[in-house]
C-alpha cells in the first residue's frame, strides 16, 4: 500500500474514532453494527447478525445519528435503507473494519489469543468443488482464526467485493468482473444426473434446451438455482421443478429413485453417483465455465485471507489435475 492510501485509511480511522477534536465517538462496535444493519436492510436482522440486542443495537444507531446530527437510515415498512451520510459512513467503516482484519493478520504471528477473521462469498460449484478441502486445510494450520462463508450468485459476489463486503469471492468466469482482479482457479462444469435407464442416459452430452419437457429434481435456492433459472427464462421457457431440496445428496438419491433429473456441478454429481446414475456432460457454452478468484487488490489482503487465498489455489490444481487424468480413462456407462 502507498504512504498515501495508508495516510488516508488512518484519516478515516481517526475521523471514525473522534479524530483530535474529538466530535465523534464511533467504535468498532458502532461500525460492524452499522455495515451488518445496511447489508441486512434490517435493524433487528443487523443486531442479530451482530450478535447483539434489537434495543442495544437500536440504541447504538439512534446514538450515532445523535452524534452526526442527520439521519443514516431511510425506515420503512419493509426495513431501512441507508441515506447519502449513511452511505458515505458505510464506505469509512468497511475500509476501518478491512485495516483492522489487516492488522490481527499481520500481528497475528506476534500475539497469542488474537483472533483472526476472514469473510468470502462463493457461488455455488465453488461451495461444493474447492472450498471444503482448501478450508479443512486452511482451518488446521490457522486455528486463531474464523471464516465466515456465504453463498451469492457471481453477479452478486462481484458488488459486494467491489464495495468491500467480502475481502475477496469465488465466481464463474461468465460474470462481468468489472474493475476486480482474478485468479483462475479451476474449471467448473455442469452435467446432468440422470437414472441409468433415461432414455438420455448414454448420450455424450445433451443441450439444456432438449431437458425442459422433463420434470426436474432441484435445489431449493441458492447461486446454481438461479443462474439455471436465468438461463431457462433466455430460452422463454421455466424449471418444471417436481421437488426442491437442500442438498445434492437428497437431489441425487430422488434421481435415483425415478422421481426426475438434476443439473449439478460435475464434483458434486461424482461424489454422489451410483450404479443406478448416469452423469452426462451438457454441451451449452454457459455449462462449462471456470473458477475464478476476484478481490479489489490481493496484495492489500489480511494476512490470512492471503494465506485462505494460496490454498484455494493449491486445491484448484490439486482438482484439475485430478479431472485431466480422468479424462484419460476410458468413459464408462452407469
Not at 500500500?1 to 477534536?21: D, V
Not at 458502532?30 to 447483539?52: C, T
Not at 468466469?173 to 444426473?193: C, G, H, M, N, P
Amino acid at each position: 500500500m502507498s504512504g498515501q492510501a495508508e495516510r488516508g485509511n488512518a484519516g478515516y480511522a481517526m475521523e471514525a474514532f473522534g479524530g483530535n477534536e474529538g466530535c465523534m465517538r464511533f467504535d468498532l462496535t458502532d461500525l460492524r453494527l452499522f455495515i451488518a444493519v445496511v447489508e441486512a436492510g434490517s435493524i433487528s436482522k443487523g443486531a442479530n447478525a451482530a450478535h447483539m440486542a434489537l434495543a442495544s443495537a437500536s440504541a447504538r444507531v439512534s446514538g450515532m445519528e445523535a452524534v452526526l446530527g442527520t439521519s443514516l437510515l431511510e425506515r420503512g415498512r419493509r426495513g431501512v435503507l441507508p441515506t447519502p451520510a449513511g452511505r458515505a459512513l458505510l464506505g469509512h467503516a468497511r475500509i476501518v473494519t478491512a485495516q483492522i482484519e489487516r492488522m490481527r493478520g499481520d500481528l497475528g504471528a506476534f500475539a497469542s489469543g488474537l483472533k483472526g477473521h476472514v469473510r468470502l462469498l462463493s457461488n455455488t460449484a465453488a461451495l461444493v468443488e474447492l472450498l471444503p478441502a482448501a478450508v479443512r486445510v486452511f482451518l488446521t494450520a490457522h486455528p486463531d482464526v474464523d471464516v465466515d462463508i456465504e453463498e451469492r450468485t457471481s453477479t452478486d459476489i462481484v458488488g459486494a467485493v467491489a464495495e468491500g463486503r467480502a475481502e475477496f469471492g469465488l465466481i464463474a468466469d461468465s460474470a462481468e468482473s468489472a474493475d476486480l482482479e482474478t485468479v483462475t482457479v479451476a474449471e467448473d462444469r455442469l452435467v446432468v444426473l440422470l437414472p441409468s435407464q433415461h432414455p438420455l442416459a448414454d448420450r455424450p452430452s445433451t443441450r439444456f434446451s432438449e431437458l425442459l419437457d422433463q420434470p426436474f429434481v432441484g435445489l431449493s435456492a441458492g447461486a446454481l438455482h438461479s443462474h439455471l433459472a436465468d438461463q431457462a427464462a433466455k430460452l422463454g421457457r421455466r424449471i418444471g421443478y417436481r421437488v426442491r431440496l437442500r442438498s445434492f445428496e437428497s437431489v441425487a438419491r430422488l434421481v435415483e429413485a425415478g422421481i426426475g433429473i438434476g443439473i449439478l456441478p460435475l464434483a458434486a454429481a461424482e461424489r454422489v453417483r451410483s450404479d443406478a446414475l448416469s452423469i452426462v456432460p451438457l454441451a451449452d457454452h454457459w455449462a462449462r465455465r471456470h473458477l475464478v478468484l476476484c478481490a479489489t487488490d490481493f496484495s492489500q489482503l489480511s494476512r490470512h485471507a492471503a494465506a485462505l487465498v494460496d490454498e484455494i489455489v493449491r486445491q484448484g490444481q490439486a482438482l484439475s489435475e485430478n479431472r485431466e487424468q480422468s479424462r484419460t480413462r476410458p468413459r464408462q456407462h452407469e
